[in-house]
């Protein structure tokens, strides 16, 4: 712990940097952007579920703006561990500690998220965070990526209801990292406090996703949520 409340010190400059513009490219709702600004129809948080995502411009706005909101919120998350590593890159102390670069990864994904579900350009009234989070996950490593995405397809191939299995893999994220990151701990002889860290931060992440759902968790124990047909 004493290691990460250094880091957090002697690289608080860049550490604000990082995620600001992490927050910031979070920030940018292509759902929003296709629906209202692109294709002229109504902003996507007055339509169907009122969620500026892509399930509901799917159903709501059609396939054009739907896809162009799959791949800015993918993209996004990319863009920001990019960026959030090229900018860590300008200090040649954090480029050498493996440890450090990952603390700050885990925390512009979490920013980058905490911009997609509440952004300032849009009156703080976003998405849930779940392509953007996939995106995350797949820079900051792969094979919690795979993961996420196979509980994501399992659970919507076996319950066809998109929010199921995106509370499911939201909470996957941070056991995914857990066990991930505890089998890399005894291989390697590494550091615990490393593994604790980047699960406490991950857990975050998914904790923020899973209680942006709390409208579907209400109408799934309602029984009225939504399924989906996936021939259609």
Known sequence: ME???????????????ILSVSYLIGGINF????TKRLY???DIRNMGSGNAGFTNVLRSAGKAPAIMTFIGD????????WISKNIARLDFSLVTNNEAMMYLMFLAGFACVIGHIYPCFFG????????TGWAITLLIDWRIFFTVILVFI???????????????????????????YYMDFNKFNGNIYYVLICTSIAFMT??????????????LFSGTENRINLKR
């Open 3 to 17: 290691s990460f409340l250094t880091i957090f010190q002697q690289h608080l400059v860049i550490l604000f940097i």
């Open 31 to 34: 759902s929003i952007l296709a």
């Open 40 to 42: 002229g129809q109504e």
């Open 74 to 81: 993918f993209a996004k998350g990319v863009l920001a561990i």
């Open 124 to 131: 703080f009234r976003g998405g849930k965070g779940i392509l």
């Open 154 to 180: 399992f659970l919507l191939l076996f319950v066809k209801i998109v929010s199921v299995a995106s509370i499911f893999a939201a909470a996957t994220y941070p056991v995914a990292t857990f066990t991930f």
């Open 206 to 219: 998914g904790l923020l996703v899973i209680v942006k759902h709390k409208s579907n968790i209400i109408r």
